[in-house]
Structure formats: C-alpha cells, structure tokens
C-alpha cells in the first residue's frame, strides 16, 4: 500500500484528487490538506509519496519538496501543477523532485505518477522539459501572444480588435484562454508572467 498526502488549497480540485486516486487498491490518502500544511502533514503520516500542487510561479510548493527531500528523505514529492513558466519548470527540475506532471493529464496518469515515483523514479512531463529548456512560449499561440503584447502596452479590447482586425469577442477570447494557459489571476497577471519569461520582447 502507498501511502499518499495531498495538498491542494482549492477544496473542490483537493477532493476531487483524494477520489481519484482513493479508486486505487493499492494507494492510501493518509491526508488532504492545503498547500500551507503540506509539510507538517508528511512528516506527521510519513507517507511514501506527497502530491503537492503548485497553483503560481510564487507557490511555496516547490520549497516544500525540497524540504521534504531534506527532513524526510523516504518521502517522494510529485509537483501537480497548471503551470507553464519557464521559471517554475526550471526551479521544479532543479530541485530534484520526484515527478512534475500538469493537472490537465489524463486521469489515470496520476495514478501512474504516483507508483513511479514511490518505486524512485523520476516523472517529468516532456512538455515541461520543453518549456524549462526554451525561452519562447510554444503553449500560446502567435496570435495570442500578439494580443496579450498589445494589452501589455495599454490597449484596451476595442482598440485591440480594431489593430488586428478582429472582433471585440475573439480579442476576450485570446485573453481569456491566454489567461487560462498561463494559470494567471487575471490579464495583468498574465502580462507580468510572460514578461518574466521573456516572451514579450
């Protein structure tokens, strides 16, 4: 049996990961807490494997497993994450932790995470690796990239659209899913992420 903890603030997306992997015969959460008790959590149930979601470039989620590997070495880390910054993948794969894999995965992945990375093996998405690697940013498209620079300069949605010669919706459109890839608050979150990440040049 491999005792697991899961951290995740978001009540609904925690409880939908404890069931998940609960379906499992041979996984036990032991404990489902968020991102802030994540540490005390492990070190009470000494689970072989925390999942630890990161929800921001900032997230504590990542000190957390180095930390981990430090205080309690028999306990793997598997960083869940929306996330596709650069800074984050660089920082996760740095650290060493057991598994990186993007909460948009297959549903049966996680399952599969968690058991490699209790037998020791390292799981990193490919995808992640990519992103860690290139300074570009192959998750939004040229078009959305377009508009989020254009919106970075102070246009608003209408201007926006007149300047590409799209409509006002489209132009929601591109900020909302521009938004949604870069797992930002809101479109000067997302303006700031990929400005750091150098994709606004």
């Not at 996330?83 to 993948?89: D, E, F, N, S, T």
């Not at 508009?147 to 459109?173: K, M, P, W």
Request: charged share 25%; glycine share 6%; hydrophobic share 50%.
């Amino acid at each position: 049996m491999i005792r697991v903890v899961v951290a995740e603030d978001l009540h609904m997306i925690r409880g939908a990961l404890v069931a998940l992997l609960e379906l499992e015969q041979d996984l036990r959460v032991v404990a489902d807490v968020g991102c802030d008790g994540a540490m005390a959590a492990a070190l009470e149930h000494h689970p072989e494997v925390a999942v630890i979601a990161v929800g921001e470039p900032r997230s504590q989620g990542i000190s957390t497993a180095v930390r981990l590997k430090e205080e309690l070495p028999s306990c793997k880390t598997l960083i869940l994450t929306n996330l596709y910054h650069p800074a984050v993948a660089r920082e996760a794969l740095a650290a060493q932790v057991g598994g990186y894999l993007l909460k948009d995965a297959p549903p049966v992945e996680l399952a599969r995470a968690v058991r490699r990375v209790a037998a020791g093996h390292r799981v990193v998405d490919p995808h992640l690796v990519r992103v860690a690697r290139d300074r570009r940013c192959p998750v939004l498209t040229p078009r959305e990239i377009d508009v989020l620079r254009l919106a970075a300069d102070g246009a608003e949605i209408a201007e926006i659209a007149a300047r590409v010669h799209l409509s006002v919706g489209t132009i929601r459109n591109y900020l909302t899913s521009t938004v949604t890839k870069l797992d930002a608050r809101n479109r000067l979150d997302a303006v700031r992420i990929a400005r750091e990440a150098g994709w606004l040049i």
